[in-house]
């Protein structure tokens, strides 16, 4: 299995409060990506990043921001939150570029938010 | 944007076959697909790649036809296993920038 590692795995907090996901990787992968997954829309790429302090926006980037300073973390942050990011967050992982993998996607086993 | 999948949702018997579709409204690079488990992380099934190349599952094949934006993932002789929620993931430019469908959700009965 991916060494993907998410924390916390479990949240509740209030509206208005800010609120920092972070996703750890051991596998020196360089895209790294922040999905949020709802009943009836599957999975919404919020942010991506190709490699240190290189990020870009997805889908569903308002109200998310993303930070990368080591190759290894790729953290998520909702600045003020807000009931409708009550979500299951999945971070992802890829290596690409080298003809020996597919460019497969590799999850982390999700983070759930419940803002009250 | 996100490509459409269909059907919603199918149940099956064990030892049937099922057919899911996904679309898009947009030339694709890449088309994966994932199967997610209740509860748990999607996991890689395959990939298929504009010109033909595929990667991926043994027992689990797809068909990716490039001029109508169209990808197809084939169970067949479904066990119960298969069960789960599956998911194409489209790739519109070689970004890496994976966009998925709303899933589809097979039911595998005894």
């Known amino acids: 299995d991916a060494g993907i590692t998410q924390s916390p795995r479990h949240k509740v907090t209030e509206t208005g409060t800010p609120v920092t996901l972070r996703c750890h990787q051991t596998e020196n992968h360089r895209y790294m990506y922040w999905y949020r997954q709802d009943p009836g829309h599957g999975l919404r790429l919020i942010h991506y990043?190709?490699?240190?302090?290189?990020?870009d926006k997805g889908e569903v980037s308002d109200g998310y921001s993303v930070s990368r300073s080591k190759t290894e973390d790729f953290l998520l942050t909702l600045e003020s939150a807000t009931s409708s990011q009550t979500s299951v967050y999945f971070c992802?992982?890829?290596?690409?570029?080298?003809?020996?993998?597919?460019?497969?996607?590799?999850f982390g086993e999700g983070s759930r938010l419940t803002v009250l | 944007q996100q490509p459409v999948q269909s059907p919603q949702a199918v149940i099956l018997r064990e030892g049937e076959d099922a057919v899911i579709n996904c679309s898009s409204s947009?030339?694709?690079?890449?088309v994966h697909w994932y199967r997610q488990k209740h509860g748990e992380a999607p996991v890689f099934l395959m990939i298929l790649l504009k010109g033909g190349e595929q990667k991926g599952h043994e027992k689990i094949s797809a068909s990716f036809n490039e001029k109508k934006q169209q990808s197809s993932l084939y169970l067949t002789a479904s066990q119960l296993s298969y069960s789960g929620t599956y998911f194409c993931?489209?790739?519109?430019?070689?970004?890496?920038?994976?966009?998925f469908g709303a899933g589809t959700t097979v039911t595998v009965r005894a």
């Open positions: 993931g489209t790739e519109m430019g070689n970004d890496y920038k994976l966009s």
């Open positions: 990043s190709y490699g240190v302090k290189d990020t």
């Open positions: 992802a992982i890829s290596e690409v570029g080298d003809s020996s993998t597919s460019g497969e996607l590799f």
């Open positions: 947009k030339a694709l690079y890449s």
